[in-house]
């Protein structure tokens, strides 16, 4: 049971790092073709949030709390903290680097001003009590002529 808890750490970890990553590559991409959603300010301040969180972690040398938390599970489990199933394997060789920790830091921080300057120049809607699309209805309604 422990063992399948500390699978599902690694891939709720996986999928951070993703959401992370693919996030500013979608952004650029969106901006480049015009994607409005892209701009989504939900969607941009979740993603500043969460580089801002590992940022944070890196400078005050903090473990990431996904990697305790899994390795924590593994050993409980009588596990090795890296002897897994194949997907497992896969998904560790992914997120597990060996380098030392200014490497990351630094990694990070880059990474992190890469997405700050994507607001400079993908930069979000701003945040509005009403959807876009009720916006969007009502510029219509004040454009259509009177009947």
Not at 136 to 143: N, Q, T
């Amino acid at each position: 049971m422990r063992s399948d808890l500390a699978d599902a750490v690694l891939i709720l970890h996986a999928a951070f790092v993703l959401f992370v990553v693919l996030g500013l590559a979608l952004v650029i991409a969106g901006g480049v073709r015009g994607w409005s959603w892209v701009r989504n300010p939900w969607f941009r301040a979740g993603h500043l949030a969460a580089i801002g969180v590992v940022v944070a972690e890196s400078w005050l040398g903090i473990a990431c709390p996904l990697t305790t938390a899994e390795m924590s599970l593994r050993m409980q489990a009588g596990a090795d903290a890296y002897s897994d199933g194949f997907l497992a394997h896969w998904v560790h060789a992914l997120l597990y680097y060996h380098a030392p920790p200014w490497v990351f830091t630094a990694a990070y921080t880059v990474f992190a001003a890469c997405v700050l300057t994507s607001w400079v120049f993908v930069p979000p809607r701003r945040f509005s009590a009403r959807p876009e699309s009720a916006r969007r209805a009502a510029r219509g309604r004040m454009l259509a002529p009177p009947s």
